[in-house]
C-alpha cells in the first residue's frame, strides 16, 4: 500500500499563490510517477501536473507557465502555483503510481484531497 498525505490548499485572491504538498509512504512499492488532479464543482477530475521518476513533467496547458511540479528525494511531491485564476478552483488530489518491489503491475494510488479556491 501507498499512503499519500496532501497539504498546503486553502483561499486566496485571484493573482496570489498557493505550495500544495503530497508526503507518499510505502514500504514495499516503488513510486514511478506521481502527480496532481483537481476537480472542480460538476466536473471530472483532470490531470493538473506529472513528474516521473526519472523527473520528467508535464502539464495541463491551463497551468503550463504558472503551475510548478516537483519532488524530493524523501517523496514528497509539490506543486508550486502561481498567478491562480478562479478556474484553478477546486479539490485538488495527489496521485502516484506505484509498483509493488519484485512486481509488474502499476497500481493508482490517491491522496484525500485538499480543497484550493480563488476569489476574484
Known amino acids: 500500500q501507498v499512503q499519500l498525505v496532501e497539504s498546503g490548499g486553502g483561499s486566496v485572491q485571484a493573482g496570489g499563490s498557493l505550495r500544495l504538498s503530497c508526503v507518499a509512504s510505502?514500504?514495499?512499492?516503488?513510486?514511478?510517477?506521481m502527480g496532481w488532479y483537481r476537480q472542480a464543482p460538476g466536473k471530472q477530475r483532470e490531470l493538473v501536473a506529472r513528474i516521473t521518476r526519472d523527473g520528467s513533467t508535464n502539464y495541463a496547458d491551463s497551468v503550463k507557465g504558472r503551475f510548478t511540479i516537483s519532488r524530493d528525494i524523501a517523496r514528497t511531491m509539490y506543486l508550486q502555483m502561481a498567478s491562480l485564476k478562479p478556474e484553478d478552483t477546486g479539490v485538488y488530489y495527489c496521485?502516484?503510481?506505484?509498483?509493488?518491489?519484485?512486481?509488474?503491475?502499476?497500481?493508482?494510488?490517491w491522496g484525500q484531497g485538499t480543497q484550493v479556491t480563488v476569489s476574484s
Open positions: 510505502t514500504s514495499v512499492f516503488s513510486i514511478n510517477a
Open positions: 496521485n502516484a503510481v506505484a509498483r509493488r518491489l519484485g512486481g509488474i503491475s502499476d497500481y493508482n494510488y
